[in-house]
């Protein structure tokens, strides 16, 4: 087999004894493939749980979950980091600044929300500004998700295209466009289905569309801990995921049950153990920045 034909001739065969007779050249390879396989070995990523915000409800109704059916009434409001030898990943963007060092009465109407400290300054406390941060992406744009959008605009926000659509549409529930007006002139790079961020399978974003029409959740494939997947709203409680139950206000009911469906066949596939972004009590037991999970 010929491959090149002018000058020497390059047969296949000539080029394999040149190879091996040439030490040089194959010590060259021998290091190419020790940089390769170490940077493979190396890209292990980091992934850092912020608490960004509770909320107290009265109920879980709107949730479609009965009184009797759960005695949950507060839910965690998380943010989180993943760090990977190619970049970093910030995942939700917690509840809206306004809410921080908020004391509302106890027996204010509706959910009573609580946020201790701004995402942006808990990323500052690690010595993170947002251009330390090289793709952004929302689980969706509720206002307890995109608490932080604005401020994380210089980045690139990775975005399913449906989500993008809606995004400024009026008289979405529990959609603030102004919290993320900023993504307007930002660079969003819009997906359609999952997506490998890094581009070696150990951090994708998976469609669940259902709760919101671009709705998607995150897999994490972590070195020690084990696959992580980031619920996103696919579920708001465990009695949610238990008894199957989609929210009244979701945009799409039917879609919700494929996505949780595809959530369990993922599950099984992957072995990931499930975090239900808003479960207060798993929150409890999970060590939060600058502590990681690796
Ligand atoms: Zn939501």
């Known amino acids: 087999m010929r491959v090149k034909d002018s000058g020497d001739q390059y047969t296949y065969a000539n080029l394999v004894q040149r190879l091996f007779s040439n030490p040089g050249i194959v010590m060259k390879y021998i290091a190419l493939g020790f940089l390769l396989f170490s940077l493979h070995a190396t890209a292990n990523p980091k992934l850092y749980v912020f608490d960004c915000g509770s909320a107290h409800l009265d109920s879980l109704e709107m949730f479609n979950i009965k009184p009797e059916e759960s005695d949950v009434r507060e839910l965690f409001i998380p943010c989180y980091v993943i760090e990977h030898d190619a970049g970093r990943l910030f995942w939700d963007g917690g509840l809206p ?136 709203d696919l579920y708001h409680t465990r009695a949610n995921r238990e008894l199957r139950r989609v929210p009244t206000f979701n945009y799409n009911a039917e879609q919700t049950l494929q996505s949780m469906d595809k959530m369990d066949a993922l599950l099984a596939e992957t072995g990931a153990t499930l975090w239900i972004g808003h479960d207060k009590a798993l929150a409890d037991t999970l060590k939060k920045a600058p502590a990681y999970y690796d």
Request: proline content about 7%; glycine content about 10%; aromatic content about 8%.
């Open 97 to 232: 600044a306004t809410v921080v060092g908020n004391e509302p009465p106890e027996d204010a109407p509706g959910p009573v929300m609580r946020y201790e400290r701004w995402i942006i300054d808990q990323l500052a406390d690690m010595g993170l500004s947002p251009a330390d941060i090289t793709y952004a992406a929302y689980s969706h744009l509720h206002f307890d998700h995109a608490g932080a959008a604005n401020q994380l605009a210089e980045n690139t926000v990775i975005m399913q295209q449906a989500e993008w659509d809606t995004a400024f549409e009026e008289g979405h529930e529990f959609v603030d466009p102004t919290l993320f007006a900023g993504l307007k002139s930002a660079n969003v790079k819009l997906i359609e289905g999952d997506y490998d961020v890094f581009g070696d399978g150990s951090v994708r974003l998976i469609s669940t569309p259902g709760h919101t029409p671009g709705h998607q959740s995150l897999l994490v494939m972590l070195e020690n801990t084990g696959p992580v997947m980031l619920s996103g």
